[in-house]
Antibody, heavy 125, light 110 residues
Framework: QVQLVQSGAEVKKPGSSVKVSCKASGGTFGSYGISWVRQAPGQGLEWMGGIIPIFGTANYAQKFQDRVTITADESTSTAYMELSRLSSEDTAVYYC??????????????????WGQGTLVTVSS | QSALTQPASVSGSPGQSITISCTGTSDDVGFYNLVSWYQHHPGKAPKLLIYEDSRRPSGVSNRFSGSKSGNTASLTISGLQAEDEADYYCCSYAGRSTSVFGGGTKLTVL
């Protein structure tokens, strides 16, 4: 059974970048997608973007379009999310999640499961 | 890509049923039959409860059920138990390989 294991907590300065990894343990990505979702303190879940590793195509939420880059390395079954120009508002727990993609229905994203354990990113001067 | 609208909180007593609504638009919830629901206990990873509006993954209790009418989806939890106390999020496919979450609902079991 696939589990997603994320990299450890990070503390970053405003204006810098952070790169969080998400490795599939006990299996591979297969034809699934990987999505990134964050939760700021006291806030709800927020979809940031995702990628389908076998195709390498990434899509992003408009809010993060110019600051986030999501990549994946199929050979190591690891996905990455890099967020640039960090500010205090980016302090959050970042989750990766496996996405079931329905290729028979225009590549629609159906569900997120399982999720990684979360990575706390703290942005502070 | 505006967040879906959920009530901030709901509550119920053990054994009762509660329903959480999730309102989107005709571009997301109302267009696709792709609403999913997640249970999130603080400090843990979210858990998939419902997908495709009303389907339940194997291993998820049948006390959890989903439905949808127009632009509003709903999650019903019957026979409330103490361990159901958590945050609940809806999510909808929004086209072009994008998704949108609701703001979340905190469930308190009295």
């Amino acid at each position: 059974q696939v589990q997603l294991v994320q990299s450890g907590a990070e503390v970053k300065k405003p204006g810098s970048s952070v790169k969080v990894s998400c490795k599939a343990s006990g299996g591979t990505f297969g034809s699934y997608g990987i999505s990134w979702v964050r939760q700021a303190p006291g806030q709800g879940l927020e979809w940031m973007g995702g990628i389908i590793p076998i195709f390498g195509t990434a899509n992003y939420a408009q809010k993060f379009q110019d600051r986030v880059t999501i990549t994946a390395d199929e050979s190591t079954s690891t996905a990455y999310m890099e967020l640039s120009r960090l500010s205090s508002e980016d302090t959050a727990v970042y989750y990766c999640a496996r996405v079931f993609v329905d290729y028979s229905r225009n590549w629609r994203w159906v569900w997120f499961d399982p999720w990684g354990q979360g990575t706390l990113v703290t942005v502070s001067s | 890509q505006s967040a879906l609208t959920q009530p901030a909180s709901v509550s119920g007593s053990p054994g009762q049923s509660i329903t959480i609504s999730c309102t989107g638009t005709s571009d997301d919830v109302g267009f696709y039959n792709l609403v999913s629901w997640y249970q999130h206990h603080p400090g843990k990873a979210p858990k998939l409860l419902i997908y495709e509006d009303s389907r339940r993954p194997s291993g998820v209790s049948n006390r959890f059920s989903g439905s949808k009418s127009g632009n509003t989806a709903s999650l019903t939890i019957s026979g409330l138990q103490a361990e159901d106390e958590a945050d609940y999020y809806c999510c909808s496919y929004a086209g072009r390989s994008t998704s949108v979450f609701g703001g979340g609902t905190k469930l308190t079991v009295l």
